[in-house]
């Protein structure tokens, strides 16, 4: 008998550290067929009780375009990929966005009652944050959340490639919510800055400044829970982030950059 070889992208967990995040990703590539996520190619639920593993096979992308530089079409091929999604409900087994959650919380509102950490990351300085805090919290307190279409939940650019025969395929389901469809364009439009790509073709909505409002509080989280981490490179990629976040809002609500 001959066996082909073949390569593929292998994701293991065990609950109930990592083991939540696979079934919901399982559950994204088994109900929608599509070119914008990776193909299964396997699938083991893994024995809760007995402590087994859950293991999720999927295609290798490592052929496909990663990380800079970023030009008009791959700007176009995500904003094309994002539009697709929006047209899709999120499929059974992928949450509600949890409103209360601290990753999904309006942060903008959290440093208006505690500002320090955020000011401790040089990010912003107090002058800044006096003169604007009431605005940037009106803003984003306007962005509404919920709703029922698939929303990735961390789409900086990390977690997407430009594969040549299909355009934007985005991996790393494994935050995904229901939600309004808004978050992806609001979090590709972000990530596609903060990677150095062009700006102004993936988000088409309405309310942009409403919207890099909230994406650069949300950047700005990350930032801040970054900053006493150990390693180098995570402190750095959230902190430009979080200033490609800064520089879309203030372009957006007019407000003078810090």
Known sequence: MMI?????????G??????????IEHAVYTALRADFHPTELGWHEGNRQSGDISVLILEDL???????????NH?????????QIA???????????????????????????DP??????????????????????SLEARAELSGDSLVHGDLWRQNWCHADTRGAVLVDWAGAVRANATINQAWGACGLRAAGGPGGRVF???????????????ALDFAIDA????????????LREAAAALTWMCEATGLEPP
């Not at 082909?4 to 293991?12: G, L, M, Q, S």
């Not at 490592?62 to 008009?72: C, I, N, Q, R, Y």
């Not at 088409?204 to 949300?218: L, N, P, S, Y």
């Open 4 to 12: 082909t070889a073949r390569r593929a992208f292998v994701k293991a």
């Open 14 to 23: 065990r609950y109930p550290d990592d083991d939540h995040g696979l079934h």
């Open 62 to 72: 490592s052929s496909a375009h990663w990380g800079t530089p970023l030009t008009h």
């Open 75 to 83: 700007a176009d091929a995500l904003a094309a990929a994002l539009d």
């Open 87 to 113: 047209q899709c409900d999120a499929p059974n087994g992928v949450p509600r966005l949890p409103a209360d959650a601290p990753h999904w919380r309006r942060a903008w509102a959290h440093i208006a009652v």
């Open 116 to 137: 320090q950490p955020l000011l401790s990351t040089g990010i912003v300085d107090a002058a800044w944050l006096e003169r604007n805090i009431d605005r940037v919290v």
């Open 204 to 218: 088409t909505a309405d309310h942009e400044d409403v919207w890099a409002t909230w994406m650069c509080g949300r």
């Open 227 to 238: 900053a006493p981490d150990p390693r180098p490179r995570l402190v750095e990629t959230t």
